[in-house]
C-alpha cells in the first residue's frame, strides 16, 4: 500500500468525518437523549463496515457506474432520516419532565439497528467508500486492489469511531444539568436530520427536471 494515498486518503476522511452532517446529528440526539453509547455508535460503524466490505468486493464500482443505484440509495437515505427526524420531533413536543428518556426508547438492538441505517445509507459515507476508495488505490504496489480498499475503508471507520463518541459524550457532558437545554438540543438534532433529508430529496427531485 503506498503510503502517500493512505495518508491522503485519511486527511481528507478526517476533514468529511469533522463535517456536521446526518452522523453527527444521530450522535448528538444519541449523547442528550440518556441512552447507552455503545449500541448506537457501534451500529454506524456496523453499516460502515457493510458499506467497506461491499466496496472491496466490487460493488462500490457497480454502484458508481449506475447513478440510478446511487439516486435510489440517496432517497432511501432522505425517507430514513426523515423518519428519524419527525420522530424526534414528535417525541420532543411532549411535556418537559418527559423528555429525559425521549433518546432512551427501543432496546440496545433497536438503537444498533438505527445506527446502521443512518451510516449504512448516509451519502457522505457513500461518497467516501464508492467514488473516493477506488481513486486512492494503486497498481504500483503488491497489495490486491481489494486489500487496499478494506484498509482504507477501515481508516475510515476507525477516524468514526473516534469522532462520533466524542461528539456525543460532548453533547452528554455540556447538557447533562440542563433539562430544558436537553430539550432543544434533542429539537435542534431532530431538525438537522429532516433537513438534510429533505435537501436530499430536493435534490434528487431537481435532476429530474
Known sequence: MDPALALGFWGVTVLLVCTPGADWAYAVSVGVGGRSLAPSIGGILFGYLVVVCAVAVGLGALVAANP???DVLTIGGAL???WLGIGGLVRSAGPLTAHADTGAAGSPLASFLRGAGVSGFNPK????LVALVPQFTST???WAPAAQMLLLGGMFVATCAVVYPAVAMLARRLLAARPRGT???SRVSAIAMTLIGVSLLA???AQFW
Request: glycine fraction near 6%; charged fraction near 15%; avoid cysteine.
Open 140 to 142: 504500483h504496489t503488491d
Open 68 to 70: 440510478v443505484l446511487m
Open 203 to 205: 435534490e434528487r427531485v
Open 125 to 128: 459515507g457513500l461518497l467516501v
Open 80 to 82: 430514513y432520516l426523515l
Open 183 to 185: 430539550v432543544i438540543m
